[in-house]
């Protein structure tokens, strides 16, 4: 197997493979506390990240929050991968926000942050560990 990704992490120099963010990621997604995000909770998440097949070099992260014990989706975001820094990010925005998701892959290791587009303050920090792995 790690024949097989030698390619994948020559690549990563340059560009990230999606199989490097691929996989199942289990943790937490802790909110900074301040009175301007009082209305954040922290969670245990589960996301499920595949390659997307109708975008060349993205992935699809498939978004959960553990409640009760189970899975409760949040939702799907489009990750790109920015080379310049390491990072997969996608954008979210509503009729109330304007955020971005970044997250950095070290093996099976993922760290994040979420953060407001307009003022800049980060309004999360994730941590996640990869439970499997998807091509």
């Not at 097989?4 to 943790?27: F, K, S």
């Not at 975008?55 to 699809?60: F, K, M």
């Amino acid at each position: 197997m790690a024949g097989a990704l030698a390619p994948l992490l020559w690549l990563g120099a340059v560009h990230q493979h999606p199989a490097a963010i691929a996989g199942q990621w289990r943790g937490e997604s802790i909110c900074v506390k301040a009175a301007w995000n009082a209305a954040c909770n922290d969670e245990r998440i589960v996301y499920d990240v595949v390659a997307d097949s109708s975008a060349p070099g993205t992935a699809l992260l498939h978004a959960a929050k553990i409640v009760g014990g189970r899975p409760e989706p949040m939702g799907d975001l489009d990750l790109q991968y920015r080379a310049a820094d390491s990072t997969w990010f996608g954008d979210f925005s509503n009729s109330r926000v304007r955020i971005r998701w970044e997250y950095r892959v070290r093996g099976d290791s993922l760290t994040g942050r979420v953060f407001d587009r307009a003022t800049g303050r980060v309004a999360r920090a994730v941590r996640a560990a990869r439970t499997s792995q998807r091509g």
